[in-house]
């Protein structure tokens, strides 16, 4: 199966800027996408397809990469936006998710 | 509105059985695939299972091969999620999602805990 690595928690002030990064250990082309998860919530799609927002997610959100090494940024943080990130990847089967990145107040 | 609601998870003992429904609506649920995604208590995401638009085509993650079984009834427009055999393993939060390449919308999801 393939293996995304995420950094496991970023401390973050709002206001700044933050990139959380995943990388696979196969190529997944561009088939990479984002989800934001909030203590006791589902799962939201942020972007899908590496770098394409999903319907009325902010614009502050963004996604760039390809093959094995991608980046999630939030640009400027809000408070709001405190919660675990995964990545996903489509391209190889079986799907598979990354381990998440907590994102944390400093 | 796009809106998913599971029921029909539970406490169970392992080796029994139990069926997962998801009621759909605010979108056309023949248009889609659909799949399950679980979340073990305080771990990550993990896919379960998906099908496709009029459920031809369905398919599993390994460890569940063989005891779950993935379905759909497009004129109730309600997914489905047999889980035979179940082990603690499967102890998780199942969600059921709409998918393309990507996991579009999510239900609420529902617990299933597989205890003695």
């Known amino acids: 199966d393939t293996v995304l690595t995420q950094s496991p928690a970023l401390a973050v002030s709002p206001g700044e800027r933050v990139t959380i990064s995943c990388r696979a250990s196969?190529?997944?082309?561009?088939?990479m996408h984002w989800y934001q998860q909030k203590p006791g919530q589902q799962p939201k799609l942020l972007i899908y397809?590496?770098?394409n927002l999903a319907s009325g997610v902010p614009a502050r959100f963004s996604g760039s990469g390809s093959g094995t090494d991608f980046t999630f940024t939030i640009d400027p943080v809000e408070a709001d936006d405190i919660a675990t990130y995964y990545c996903?990847?489509?391209?190889?089967?079986?799907?598979?998710f990354g381990a998440g990145t907590k994102l944390e107040l400093k | 509105e796009v809106q998913l609601v599971e029921s029909g998870g539970g406490l169970v003992q392992p080796g029994r059985s139990l069926k997962l429904s998801c009621a759909a609506s605010g979108f056309t649920f023949s248009d889609y695939y659909m799949a399950w995604v679980r979340q073990a208590p305080t771990k990550g995401l993990e896919w379960v299972a998906s099908i496709s638009y009029d459920g031809g085509s369905t398919y599993y993650r390994d460890s569940v091969k063989g005891r779950f079984t993935i379905s759909r009834d497009n004129a109730k427009s309600s997914l489905y999620l047999q889980m035979d055999s179940l082990r603690s393993e499967d102890t998780a939060t199942y969600y059921c999602t709409t998918t393309s390449l990507q996991f579009d919308y999510w239900g609420q999801g529902v617990m299933v805990t597989v205890s003695s």
């Open positions: 397809k590496a770098s």
């Open positions: 196969e190529s997944v082309s561009t088939l």
């Open positions: 996903h990847q489509s391209w190889n089967s079986p799907d598979t």
